[in-house]
């Protein structure tokens, strides 16, 4: 959901492990969700999308869960390289609602 | 190419003045946004349009103003009326209300109050 006014969360790992960001969202009737990255000085880029009728969904050494029954969502980065670092954001799209709410964000920093 | 244009890319207003932020798409997309994004914070919907001649307020929108006249443009003023209008300012597009609705971002204007 939306947070407004805070910082954001921060997770640092060493470059080749694996990252996990962890994105809660509160409303049961959201049906999409889409993970962004966003770089320094920069608009948010589409990384991957789920449906809600999907669990699990996998990209390009990405991989988005779902778990609808705590309401969480979750972006794994494979083998992580220091050009993931950035701001990464979870957006939910609500039934009948017209556009994407976002979640507070996530800073990636890879360690080299 | 295809794609959503924002621009300046760097904008100066004094204060007490109005400024539009220009935002232009090429994607055919019916559905276009305004999102502020403050330092080391999330974004926050000020404005959102699924139609042309068609615009909502989204959870911030005291201080700014919006146009839907062609699909293409979705302009955004920043008005007097908005006390802190210093913030990163993004424009998105979609395809429409859809459920598969990922949105495209441009790539920012940076509103400095001097």
């Known amino acids: 959901g939306e947070s407004v006014g805070l910082h954001l969360p921060t997770l640092s790992v060493q470059e080749g492990d694996n990252s996990i960001i962890n994105c809660a969202y509160s409303?049961?009737?959201?049906?999409?969700f889409i993970w962004y990255k966003q770089e320094s000085g920069k608009g948010p880029q589409f990384i991957i999308d789920?449906?809600?009728?999907?669990d699990k969904r996998q990209g390009q050494r990405v991989t988005v869960l779902l778990n609808k029954t705590v309401k969480h969502l979750s972006l794994q980065i494979a083998a992580t390289q220091p050009g993931d670092s950035a701001v990464y954001f979870c957006a939910e799209k609500r039934t009948g609602a017209n556009n994407l709410f976002f979640g507070t964000g996530t800073r990636l920093t890879v360690i080299p | 190419d295809g794609g959503i244009t924002q621009s300046p890319k760097y904008l100066f207003r004094k204060e007490g003045q109005n400024v539009t932020l220009s935002c232009e798409q090429n994607?055919?997309?019916?559905?276009m946004y305004w999102y502020r994004q403050d330092p080391g914070q999330g974004l926050r919907l000020i404005y959102y349009?699924?139609?042309?001649?068609?615009?909502q307020k989204g959870d911030i929108a005291e201080g700014y103003s919006v146009s839907r006249e062609k699909k293409e443009s979705f302009p955004l003023t920043v008005t007097s009326a908005q006390k802190n209008p210093t913030a990163f300012y993004l424009c998105a597009s979609s395809s429409g209300t859809g459920t598969n609705t990922e949105a495209f971002f441009g790539q920012g204007t940076r509103l400095t109050v001097v």
């Open positions: 349009s699924q139609i042309v001649n068609d615009f």
């Open positions: 409303n049961s009737a959201s049906d999409y």
């Open positions: 789920i449906r809600s009728n999907m």
């Open positions: 994607l055919n997309h019916d559905a």
